[in-house]
C-alpha cells in the first residue's frame, strides 16, 4: 500500500505563491508517474500537472507557464510550485500516484484559495 499525503494549500491573494507537497510512504518502491489534480466546486476533476519517473512532465494548459511540478525521489515527494495565482485557480488540490504492477491512489486533498 502507498500513503499520500498533500499539504501547503493555504488562502492566497490573486497574483501570489503557493507550493504544494505531496509525500509517499508506505510502498513507495511502486511509485511510478505522480501528478496533481484539482476539482473546484460544481465542476469535475481535471488534471493540472504530472510528471514520469523519469521526471518529464506534462501541464494544463490553463497552467503552462505559472505552475511547476517536481519531484524528489529521495524524500518521496513531489511538489507543484504555483505562481501568478488567479482566482480561477481556487479548489481542492489532490496528489496521485500511478502504481507499478498497477493501480494508483489519492491523497486526501488541500484546499487553495485565491482571493481577487
Known amino acids: 500500500q502507498v500513503q499520500l499525503v498533500e499539504s501547503g494549500g493555504s488562502l492566497v491573494q490573486a497574483g501570489g505563491s503557493l507550493r504544494l507537497s505531496c509525500a509517499a510512504s508506505g510502498s513507495i518502491v511502486r511509485l511510478n508517474n505522480m501528478g496533481w489534480y484539482r476539482q473546484a466546486p460544481g465542476k469535475q476533476r481535471e488534471l493540472v500537472a504530472s510528471?514520469?519517473?523519469?521526471?518529464?512532465?506534462n501541464y494544463a494548459d490553463s497552467v503552462k507557464g505559472r505552475f511547476t511540478i517536481s519531484r524528489d525521489s529521495a524524500k518521496s515527494t513531489v511538489y507543484l510550485q504555483m505562481n501568478s495565482l488567479k482566482p480561477e485557480d481556487t479548489a481542492v488540490y489532490y496528489c496521485n500516484a500511478d502504481l507499478i504492477f498497477g493501480g494508483d491512489c489519492w491523497g486526501q486533498g488541500t484546499q487553495v484559495t485565491v482571493s481577487s
Open positions: 510528471i514520469t519517473r523519469g521526471g518529464r512532465t
